[in-house]
């Protein structure tokens, strides 16, 4: 994927060389919290800057279902309300997707657009 850089800031620059250097599975998967804490950036920029790399067609926002006990991906999730119970397959913990409760357990996540490298020159 080619990109203009003089349109980013450095710290979005830094972002996108980091999801240049992931894994094809990485890129689909990316985390708010992983960003932060790979890049040393607060959270709270780290989510500005995934959600402008979005909003300039980079990157694609999704939400998943997160295991309330050990924190692994249960599924992904559409704005839709869902409805029933949901089993982690890595522990066995179950979440109850029609409480209130369900919402602590939906994590934003961002995937690449598309998986070929990013042009930063």
């Known amino acids: ?3 203009n850089h003089d349109t980013f800031s450095k710290r979005e620059e830094a972002v996108l060389q980091y999801i240049d250097g992931l894994t094809d599975t990485a890129k689909q998967t990316i985390s ?5 804490t790979r890049l040393n950036y607060d959270y709270l920029e780290s989510a500005a800057i995934l959600s402008s790399l979005a909003d300039a067609g980079i990157l694609t926002q999704y939400d ?3 295991c309330p006990e050990c924190g692994c991906i249960i599924k992904r999730v559409d704005g839709a309300e869902e409805t029933g119970t949901e089993q982690c397959v890595h522990c066995d913990a179950q979440v109850d997707m029609s409480g209130e409760g ?14 070929d490298s990013l042009d930063l020159s």
């Open 64 to 66: 998943v279902l997160c």
């Open 102 to 115: 369900c919402l602590d357990c939906i994590e934003v996540r961002y995937a690449l657009v598309k998986t």
């Open 1 to 3: 994927m080619q990109t």
């Open 32 to 36: 708010i919290s992983r960003v932060a």
